[in-house]
Each structure stands twice: as structure tokens, then as C-alpha cells.
């Protein structure tokens, strides 16, 4: 089975503060795929990254970066100068090469106030 | 291109009564996902389609949820005999076939059974 923890329910930040978003997932497959995915207050899920298992390199995009370790079986979200535009609830997902669902985590409200 | 796209946005209805929500996928996306969110939670997955078959239905709750993909497009997830506990955002997810796994979502149904 796979699971996967966020353990901050929510965090509050003043605009321009760096924040990290927590994921840790659990899994026996040795081939898997991890995702963030941000839901505003519209509601509807956006795709942010994806993962390859076997691919640790980490990733930035503009403000955003990512930091995936095999051996701690993480892979936490880092926000730079935090926006008020980024305050939404943060998804941390997986799957394995053998399934195809997401297991997401509870997610991480962020709040970003001027 | 166009999203993927959900109706009703909102539905209510009362306890008892049979409800149809409906899923037009991203254009050329093979695969197609149903996933139920309660409040404060993350999404949970329902069913899986790759063309026009149930190829996961094992999220599925119980027999009064059911979901059809008659022509490998549009789907309709169908609850009959709503309860209470049915209320909820209900999510539909599209992905391309391959490699990539990646899922994106439409912007839910949300479902208020009174």
C-alpha cells in the first residue's frame, strides 16, 4: 500500500517569507511517480511537478523548487518570496508504476498575508 | 487547449434520490479518473477508466455508485439512493496514455445532499 503524510495542516506567512511544505510518502514499489498539486479557493486542482523515482535531480521554477531524497523518502515544496497569490491548500501525491490512482496526502493550507 | 470540464458545479438534492454528474475529458486523453474530496481532506479515489472499461473500480464505497464511459470520452458517475454522507466535491481527472502519468483535473461537482 502506499500513504503519503503532510504533517502541516496549515501554515501562515508574511509575503515575501520563504516557506517548505513537508511530503513524505511511503511505498514498496521501486518505480513510482510523486506530484504537488495546488487547490486555490476555486477549488479545482492544478498541476505543479512530477517525480520519476528514479530521477532525484531536484527542480526549480521561478520561485518554486522542489528537493526529492530516496533516502529519506521525502519530497518537500519550497516557496521563495511568498506571494499572497500562493495562499491555497498544497497536495502532495503518489503513484507506482504498477497502479494508477493518486494517493494524496491531507495537504498543507498556506496563507500568505501582505 | 480546453480543460477538463465538470457538470453540474453544484448540485443539491435531497436524501433518497439518484443524482448524475458528469466528466468531458481533455481532448485525445484515454485514461479517466473519478475521485470523491470531503472537507478538509485529500482526494480519494473512486474508479479508473482507460477507454471505454472500469479497468480500478475498487475506490468505489458501496454498490449505489456506479460510472459508465460509454464511447472512451465523456463519463457520468451515477449515486442512487443519496445520503448525507455522500456530500462532497466530486473531482474527474484526465490523463494521456503513456508514460507520463500525469492527471489533470476539472474543477469538481459539488454535491450537497440534504
Known amino acids: 500500500a502506499q500513504k503519503v503524510t503532510q504533517a502541516q495542516t496549515e501554515i501562515s506567512v508574511v509575503e515575501k517569507e520563504d516557506v517548505t511544505l513537508d511530503c513524505v510518502y511511503e511505498?514498496?514499489?521501486?518505480?513510482?511517480?510523486l506530484f504537488w498539486y495546488k487547490q486555490p479557493p476555486s477549488g479545482e486542482l492544478v498541476f505543479l511537478i512530477r517525480?520519476?523515482?528514479?530521477?532525484?535531480q531536484n527542480e526549480i521554477s521561478g520561485r518554486y523548487s522542489w528537493n526529492f531524497q530516496k533516502s529519506t523518502s521525502s519530497f518537500n515544496f519550497t516557496i521563495t518570496a511568498s506571494q499572497v497569490v500562493d495562499s491555497a491548500v498544497y497536495f502532495c501525491?503518489?503513484?507506482?508504476?504498477?497502479?494508477?490512482?493518486?494517493?494524496f496526502g491531507k495537504g498543507t493550507s498556506l496563507l500568505v498575508t501582505p | 487547449g480546453a480543460g477538463v470540464s465538470q457538470t453540474p458545479s453544484n448540485k443539491v438534492t435531497e436524501k433518497g434520490k439518484y443524482v448524475e454528474l458528469r466528466c468531458d475529458p481533455i481532448?485525445?486523453?484515454?485514461?479517466l479518473y473519478w475521485y470523491r474530496q470531503s472537507l478538509g481532506q485529500g482526494p480519494e479515489f473512486l474508479i479508473y477508466?482507460?477507454?471505454?472499461?472500469?479497468?480500478?473500480d475498487s475506490g468505489l464505497p458501496n454498490d449505489r455508485f456506479f460510472a459508465v464511459r460509454p464511447e472512451g470520452s465523456v463519463s457520468t458517475l451515477k449515486i442512487q439512493r443519496t445520503e448525507r454522507g455522500d456530500s462532497a466535491v466530486y473531482l474527474c481527472?484526465?490523463?494521456?496514455?503513456?508514460?507520463?502519468?500525469?492527471?489533470?483535473f476539472g474543477p469538481g461537482t459539488r454535491l450537497l445532499v440534504l
Open positions: 481527472a484526465s490523463r494521456k496514455d503513456g508514460g507520463a502519468r500525469t492527471q489533470y
Open positions: 511505498t514498496r514499489d521501486t518505480t513510482y511517480y
Open positions: 517525480r520519476n523515482s528514479f530521477d532525484e
Open positions: 501525491a503518489l503513484t507506482t508504476f504498477s497502479g494508477y490512482a493518486l494517493n
Open positions: 481532448s485525445g486523453h484515454t485514461a
Open positions: 477508466f482507460q477507454g471505454t472499461g472500469a479497468a480500478d
